[in-house]
């Protein structure tokens, strides 16, 4: 085949890819905080526009590997669940958004100045393979079930609309099906392929649930909320953030593997700046930060393409994308159930990587402990309605009634404070 078709092929792939991984998330952060379909649409324009842009950057002058930049799992996921705990927290949709913006612009300075400052390899003292594990089962754990809520859809009064449930459940099932069964090509695109169909045969068989075009929005700041000073919800988010930094050493440490080489400090230290860049700019953009995402060696693992190029063009051409104003407004109608069903069956395979893992881990009573505690100390808190913590102080609350939080942060005391090779 022709190098230039080649190099085509591997671009038009990589933009499929960033597709399928990207636009559901303004889509489900617009929804979740009530915004209107204009809202979404001018949302996830800027989306389509930052992401872009963010893997040609990163591409070009961060860790220089072809690693998508995307939108955050653990950010996402911290999205929804401190919106869907609004009422408990007794605090409206906007409060929370704006809090929340003003601990993402606070941590991604912070994730700029230690870039600059060479600080990366201190992070590898604090997120341990096995904090690490740890991170990515209750990533996991915590996505899909935000997911399989979200494919099942209500009926105003609280129950649950059979007709669009159970298509919502078939069109996971496909995905699924194409994912193990299907042939290189199929398994690649399962995602893209369930949103495609899964739209289509939504539009055809509930009309009456198509949401309207939306209509072109002036384009304004801070969609979620303007930023004020609750700082239960500030600390909480800033935090994530924070953990939100070994997106980058995982990534990275991983996709060296590939090339046969050690990553080194500088391409850490540029590419945690460059997020801390996109973390900043998310905030007045309403959007969810960015991470290098580690299902990218997935897809570089199974389509073999480690030459930057293609990954580059792929970037811009998603970012030229959202310069169209009728792409944003299209993509806004994507019926959020379908969008839940896909990713549904895409995140079990986050599942996969925590097991992974955990391979040449030594399993002993002390091995279990550190794994056990912090995965089902955070399970447990995902499970229990986030009410109950009303009597603690504010500032606790939305950090407490965190599982993915909790879990994480008691692993990192384990390993940091427990000498477990003389226990």
Known sequence: MNEHVKTGVASLQWFFFIFANTIVVPVSIGTAFD???AEIAMTLKSSLIVTGIACVLQGVWGHRYPLMEGHSGLMWGLFLNISASAAALNMDLQTIGGAMATGIIAAGLLMVVMGGLGLVPWLNKIFTPMVMSVYLFLLAIQLVIIFFGGMLKLTPSGGLDIPVSLFSVAIAVLVGVLKVKGKEVLSNFSILIGIVTGWILYRLLFPVEAMPSSQNAAFSLFPLGQPNLEWGIIITTFVACLLNMSNTITAIQAASSFYKEE???KQFNRSLSLTGIYTVMTAPLGLVPYAPFASSLGFLESTRIFDRRP??????????????????DFFATLPITVGNAVLFIAYLQLFGTALKSLQGTEFNSNTIFRIAVPVLVGISLMTIDPAIFSTLPIFLQPLISNGLMVGVLLSIGLELFVRWEKV
């Open 35 to 37: 915004l209107s379909s």
């Open 263 to 265: 990553p080194t400090n």
């Open 311 to 328: 990954f580059i063009i792929g970037g811009l051409f998603f970012s030229v994308l959202g310069l169209i104003p009728a792409v944003g």
